[in-house]
C-alpha cells in the first residue's frame, strides 16, 4: 500500500496533519546528468525543449513514492533566462512545467507544488532589488495559479529578507507556503540569523511549513533541525542533497573527491560528485532521524534519484509502487540463501 492519503480535494495541510509528507527534488541535478539541461547556468531548458525527460523524472519520483510533484521551474525566472538570452520563453516555460507537474500528479494520487527560488539579485537593504525580486516572484507564482497549483515551495534562499518576498507573493494566492532556507558552511543565514530565527520569522510571517533544503547533506543539516523545531510550532521541513558532507566540508560546494585526480579544477561541485553521494540506506536512516526530530515535509534535494525517494517512503513505513522491486538478496546467483541456488555457488560467495 501507498501512504493513507487524506480524501481527494485535501490540501497540503490536511496531508500533513495526516502524517510526513515526501516531496521529491533535485530535477537540475537528475535532468543534467541525463543530458537535457546545462550544468552552470541550470535553466530547467527541457520543459520546453525535452518535456519527455521531465515527465519521466516525475514519473519515477511517482512510483517510488514522492507525495508531491514539484513543477519544475527551479531558476525558471527573469534574471536566468535573460543570462541565457531567452526572456521571451520565460511564461511559455513557467506554464509548461506546472502542466507537466499536473499531469504526473493525476496519474497517482499527488499534490501539485509550483516553485520559486533563490534571484541571486537579492541586495540586502536595498528596496530597488526588493522590488525586483518581488516582481520576479510574483510572475512566476501568478502564472503557476494559473495553470494549478494545491501550495507554494519557496526553496534555496539564503537571505530571510528575500525569503519573506516570495512567502508574501505566495500568500496573495491564498495557498499554503512552504519555505525553506539554505544554509551555507556558516550555519547562518546570510543576514547571520541562526536557522531557527528565521524560520521562527518567517513563521510569523505566515508560512506554513518552514525548514531548509539544498546545499547541506544529511549529516550537517540534521543539527540544525532540532533547533527548528523547539523554535516554531508549524510543520518542519527537510530536504539534504544526497551527499556526504562532514564538519570539515558542510556543504556539496566544498566538497573534496580525494579519490579523484581529475576534476575539472579540482572541485567535485556539480559534475564530479557521484562518488560522494548518499546511498539509499543514508536516506533512511536521514529519514527516521528527522522524523524523531518532528520533521514531517521530507525529500532530498540535488543527487536524488529515485531510489533515495523509495527508500525515503519505506523508512516511514510505506510501500510504494516502486517496492515491488526493492531489494531481495535471497535469490542472488552467489549471495542468496533460498534452496534453488545451488550450494556451489553458497561456498563461491567466500571467493568474490
Ligand atoms: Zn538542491
Not at 62 to 79: K, N, Q
Not at 84 to 99: C, F, P, S, Y
Amino acid at each position: 500500500m501507498t501512504r493513507a492519503a487524506p480524501p481527494i480535494g485535501s490540501g497540503l495541510l490536511e496531508w500533513l496533519a495526516a502524517g510526513p509528507v515526501i516531496c521529491a527534488e533535485g530535477y537540475l541535478f537528475e535532468i543534467e546528468r541525463r543530458g537535457y539541461l546545462t550544468a552552470g547556468a541550470y535553466v530547467p531548458e527541457a520543459v520546453l525543449e525535452h518535456p519527455d525527460a521531465v515527465i519521466q523524472l516525475h514519473r519515477e519520483f511517482l512510483h517510488a513514492g514522492s507525495d508531491v510533484m514539484l513543477a519544475f521551474t527551479y531558476y525558471a525566472h527573469r534574471e536566468k533566462l535573460r543570462l541565457i538570452g531567452k526572456e521571451d520563453q520565460l511564461e511559455q516555460m513557467n506554464r509548461t512545467a506546472v502542466r507537466l507537474a499536473r499531469a504526473v500528479a493525476e496519474e497517482g494520487n499527488a499534490l501539485v507544488a509550483g516553485n520559486v527560488s533563490n534571484s541571486n539579485i537579492f541586495v540586502e537593504g536595498d528596496p530597488e532589488s526588493a522590488r525586483t525580486v518581488r516582481a520576479m516572484f510574483d510572475e512566476q507564482v501568478g502564472w503557476a495559479v494559473d495553470e494549478g497549483v494545491d501550495f507554494f515551495v519557496a526553496e534555496t534562499i539564503g537571505y530571510v529578507g528575500e525569503a519573506l518576498l516570495a512567502l508574501e507573493a505566495i500568500k496573495e494566492t491564498g495557498l499554503p507556503a512552504v519555505i525553506n532556507l539554505a544554509i551555507f558552511r556558516d550555519p547562518h543565514t546570510r543576514e547571520g540569523l541562526t536557522p531557527a530565527e528565521a524560520c521562527k520569522r518567517l513563521e510569523d510571517a505566515g508560512a506554513d511549513v518552514v525548514g531548509l533544503n539544498c546545499v547541506r547533506g544529511p549529516a550537517t543539516m540534521l543539527p540544525l533541525l532540532g533547533q527548528i523545531h523547539e523554535a516554531v510550532s508549524c510543520h518542519v521541513s527537510a530536504l539534504p542533497v544526497a551527499y556526504r558532507t562532514t564538519e570539515d566540508e558542510p556543504t556539496f560546494l566544498s566538497l573534496s573527491d580525494p579519490g579523484c585526480a581529475c576534476l575539472p579544477e579540482g572541485r567535485a561541485f556539480p559534475t564530479g560528485l557521484d562518488n560522494l553521494a548518499c546511498n539509499r540506506y543514508e536516506i533512511a536512516e536521514f529519514t527516521k532521524e528527522a522524523q524523531a526530530l518532528g520533521v514531517n515535509y521530507l525529500g532530498v534535494c540535488c543527487g536524488a534519484a529515485p531510489h533515495h525517494i523509495r527508500s525515503m517512503a519505506e523508512a516511514l513505513g510505506r510501500e510504494p509502487p516502486a517496492s515491488r522491486h526493492s531489494p531481495d538478496m535471497s535469490r542472488h546467483a552467489y549471495l542468496g540463501t533460498v534452496p534453488e541456488i545451488p550450494a556451489a555457488n553458497k561456498e563461491f560467495a567466500k571467493s568474490l
